[in-house]
């Protein structure tokens, strides 16, 4: 692996894996949602489709038309915290693949007459969004989250905002945010490692930096509030449900942050992460009460929150949320060191099994390098996993207790005093 800062402040990461033909190589920005306002909300989603509609020497046709040629797969994300550009095809295409995206990166033109056919675009995926209670329920869950904060505004903004947006505003973003402090350029795969440098350097060494260090820094960590939000859809029987609690900190004179990042993401996978997990076994298996259930680690470079997500009856929700609010003190009283190993399996098979596709290793390999400044290999990752103890995955659950639980639903017959009465419901404080 090699990993080098250009003078302008941009990474180069380059992840050989001489075992595979094909190769991902992407440009990850460390920009997303948190970094735009009410009034401007959306605007890093749109930039991020926008991009693709043309460039200083290509068009919209040309640019899927150069990439399908070699057979890639082109595509693109907009989240809380990065948007990213990336194409995956035959390893000894990366040279090619990695001018295309840098293209796209960096000399797109956002053409006038573009803009408006894909605002409209974008403003039907808003309201499908808006239309669909799972979707809403998870849009919603940001908000109990985060409140006000911008992390609690949607990726895709309002529609209001999408209508309004122009090219102008989409030029004053990219000078903001598009500068070299905040980009990874990166490849996964097999390919020739020296000369892709080489390019890199050649394409990203003049992308500009920002005068103003603050325009670099990484914003602070949105404070968690832990409030209960609900939306009401007539038209379905079920209620979409999404709790969450924070995962704080690591405390680095008792553990490192990246062993502290896979405790959490353990307390999930034993907490809901397979039909044995006790969230699972008891809700669906034993007591009838969801199909659908089961508990994720949602993070980004400064925040992390255990999230269960269940679909149930309305007359089956209290005794789901009664349940979920047992399992959660139980776990932050023992940890089961069945279940611990199971989970330890769980995630070392999902690291090895990532670690096999370019996508998914390069994905990896810059999530651990915006949270941590470094990228763990596979092998350390696997030990450290395997070391974790039971008392530190057992902390992890303790100290999300300390917070109120974060609480959204969708669906039938919900309200907000409801929803208020059920977070009551749940645990607040371990033990």
Not at 81 to 94: E, I, N, Q
Not at 102 to 122: G, H, K, Y
Not at 158 to 167: L, M, W, Y
Not at 381 to 403: G, H, Y
């Amino acid at each position: 692996m090699v990993l080098h800062t250009l003078p302008n402040g941009a990474r180069l990461l380059a992840i050989p894996m001489p075992h595979v033909q094909s190769a991902s190589v992407g440009v990850f920005l460390r920009v997303g949602s948190r970094d735009e306002t009410p009034a401007n909300n959306g605007i890093s989603h749109v930039l991020e489709h926008m991009a693709f509609k043309g460039t200083t020497t290509r068009s919209v046709q040309a640019i899927n038309l150069d990439a399908e040629r070699l057979g890639a797969d082109v595509n693109a994300f907009t989240g809380k915290d990065t948007t990213a550009y990336f194409m995956t095809g035959l390893g000894r295409h990366a040279e090619q693949l990695t001018r295309m995206t840098a293209d796209i990166v960096l000399n797109s033109t956002f053409p006038e007459a573009e803009l408006q056919r894909e605002l409209d675009v974008i403003r039907q995926e808003a309201i499908e969004y808006e239309e669909d209670p799972e979707d809403s329920a998870n849009e919603l869950l940001d908000r109990a989250v985060w409140g006000e904060d911008p992390m609690g505004m949607p990726i895709i903004g309002t529609v209001e905002n999408i209508e309004g947006f122009t090219r102008q505003d989409l030029v004053d973003h990219v000078r903001s945010h598009y500068i070299a402090e905040k980009a990874v350029v990166v490849a996964a795969g097999n390919f020739d490692v020296e000369a892709w440098v080489t390019l890199a350097t050649k394409l990203f060494s003049s992308m500009p930096c920002s005068a103003d260090l603050a325009a670099s820094r990484v914003p602070p960590a949105a404070a968690y509030v832990g409030h209960a939000v609900v939306k009401r859809f007539t038209q379905v029987s079920q209620v979409f449900l999404n709790i969450a609690y924070p995962v704080a900190p690591a405390r680095p004179e008792e553990i490192s942050q990246q062993r502290w990042r896979l405790a959490a993401a353990l307390a999930a996978n034993l907490f809901g992460g397979g039909m044995s997990a006790p969230l699972v076994d008891v809700v669906r298996e034993q007591l009838g009460l969801a199909y659908t259930a089961h508990a994720t680690i949602d993070s980004g470079d400064a925040w992390a929150n255990l999230v269960v997500h269940a679909v149930t009856t309305p007359d089956k929700l209290d005794a789901l949320v009664a349940a979920t609010g047992e399992l959660l003190r139980a776990q932050a009283a023992a940890i089961d060191p069945i279940h611990l190993e199971r989970a330890k399996n769980q995630l070392t098979v999902s690291r090895v099994r990532s670690a096999e596709r370019t996508y998914a290793t390069m994905e990896q390999a810059v999530e651990e390098l915006f949270a941590s400044g470094t990228v763990t290999p596979l092998d350390d990752a696997i030990a450290l996993i395997d070391a974790i103890t039971s008392e530190e995955v057992r902390m992890v659950f303790a100290r999300m207790l300390d917070n109120p639980p974060a609480l959204a639903m969708t669906g039938k017959g919900v309200n907000a005093k409801a929803a208020r009465q059920l977070a009551a419901r749940l645990p607040r404080v371990a033990g």
